[in-house]
């Protein structure tokens, strides 16, 4: 997909609609949309920009949508709750957290709706151990102990660590007690620590083929670890993670089958207050260009309408009623 580069304006992405094609026959005044994403040239922002003007061609003449280059998944939810975005990317499992007031999320975020889901390939719950640390299930480190490196507090990865731990009764202090060490330190460190031996168990949220996890995995000293089915039913059960994904099969090396995970996609959330005509309008020109979204991202090539209303892939947020009237149209909704 081309982007209108002269759409670039101080601060973020602006698009400005140009045509009345398809927009409902209510939500014939221009409008002015703010959508939250992450870093300029960073995927996010890449994924907002494509969905700004793939809306604007349902919306109104003379509308605008700002591409806000700012403040990724667990800032966007927050933005978009207090009307300060009208709409924004977020993970779906975060979506749940915020909705719900749990996890990283210190109050309820009881003004967000989901317009769609399902828009990439999920990032996925990544256990990664190194093959010389005789860790063989998680179980382990409330056992034997281990020294167990994850990221900073207050992100998704962090979260997902402690998460993990919990389906089998342990936390942080447990692992300690065992004889083991927990270390939250920065990614780039996470990663050089177990390279270099200094750790045994590495938990974070992984994208597909992400770069420098493919660097750990390099030489064949670690291999990936799942959790049990019944612990990966309990994270989806309570936390909004989807099931049934995995670390695929030749995409690290090392990796000769798939090993079981759970995981979230991203998707695009919005206000409440949003009008019902406009978010059908967005959700139509979204959903009914499946190959521009495509197009504009090699991850994206995941994205299917059909599925993009599904519960799961929303993270179990109600849809707001003009995404659902969308869906419920045409065959797709719940």
């Known amino acids: 997909m081309k982007l209108n580069r002269r759409s670039l304006i101080a601060g973020g992405a602006a698009v400005v609609a140009g045509s009345l094609a398809g927009v409902p026959l209510r939500a014939q005044s221009p409008v002015s ?13 890449i ?29 966007n939810p927050i933005l978009v709750n207090r009307g300060e975005a009208d709409m924004g990317l977020s993970f779906s499992a975060l979506s749940n957290w915020a909705y719900n007031g749990k996890v990283v999320f210190n109050e309820k975020a009881e003004n967000i709706r989901s317009l769609f889901g399902g828009l990439n390939r999920p990032h996925r719950l990544g ?14 480190l409330g056992e034997k102990g281990g020294r167990l490196v994850t990221v900073q507090r207050g992100g998704a990865g962090e979260a997902l660590a402690r998460m993990a731990l919990e389906t089998y009764g342990l936390d942080y202090e447990a692992v300690q007690k065992a ?24 938990i974070h ?16 000293k670690v291999k990936f670890i799942a959790l049990g089915d019944e612990q990966m039913q309990a994270l989806a059960d309570q936390y909004g993670l989807q099931p049934g994904l995995a670390v695929e099969a030749g995409e690290f090396e090392g990796v000769t089958e798939d090993v079981p995970s759970v995981g979230y996609p991203t998707g695009v959330i919005a206000n409440a207050n949003m009008s ?22 090699a991850s994206l090539a995941a994205f299917d309408p059909a599925k993009a209303g599904e519960a799961l892939r929303n993270g179990n947020v109600p849809l707001h009623p003009g995404a659902k009237r969308y869906f419920d149209e045409a065959g797709t909704g719940n």
């Open 33 to 45: 949309l703010k959508m939250a994403s992450f870093n300029v040239g960073g995927s996010w922002y």
């Open 47 to 75: 994924y907002a920009t494509a969905i700004a003007e793939l809306a604007q061609e349902n919306l109104p003449e003379g509308s605008r949508v700002e591409v806000l280059p700012y403040q990724g998944g667990v800032g």
């Open 127 to 140: 256990i990664v151990v190194r093959k010389d640390a005789g860790i063989e299930t998680l179980a382990d």
């Open 179 to 202: 004889g083991g060490r927990v270390s939250n330190v920065d990614l780039p460190v996470a990663v050089q620590q177990m390279r270099d031996g200094q750790a045994d168990v590495f």
């Open 205 to 220: 949220n992984i994208g597909y083929k992400q770069p420098d996890v493919m660097e750990l995995a390099l030489g064949g």
């Open 276 to 297: 019902d005509d406009v978010a059908y309008a967005i959700v139509k020109g979204v959903c009914e260009n499946p190959d521009r979204i495509r197009e504009a991202h």
